[in-house]
């Protein structure tokens, strides 16, 4: 499998488990994370920043391919 497919399927999956935790989160809110609010917001900022990385390195792989 070449490189680009497996960051933009990484980025892919990334985003589907973020949305189903949007879902979740949405009819139980603050209750998926035992963690200050600062420390919550730390962390997504991170999962957020990764997810990006993980789709711009798909798309800059794919072009440097051709």
Do not use: E
């Not at 070449?2 to 933009?8: A, G, H, N, P, R």
């Not at 603050?30 to 900022?45: C, K």
């Amino acid at each position: 499998m070449q490189k680009y497919k497996i960051f933009l399927l990484i980025g892919g999956i990334m985003w589907v488990i973020a949305i189903m935790f949007l879902l979740v989160l949405s009819d139980n809110p603050g209750t998926l994370l035992p963690l200050s609010a600062q420390a919550a917001t730390i962390v997504y900022v991170v999962y957020l920043a990764v997810m990006v990385a993980m789709f711009v390195l798909g798309i800059v792989f794919r072009k440097k391919g051709k």
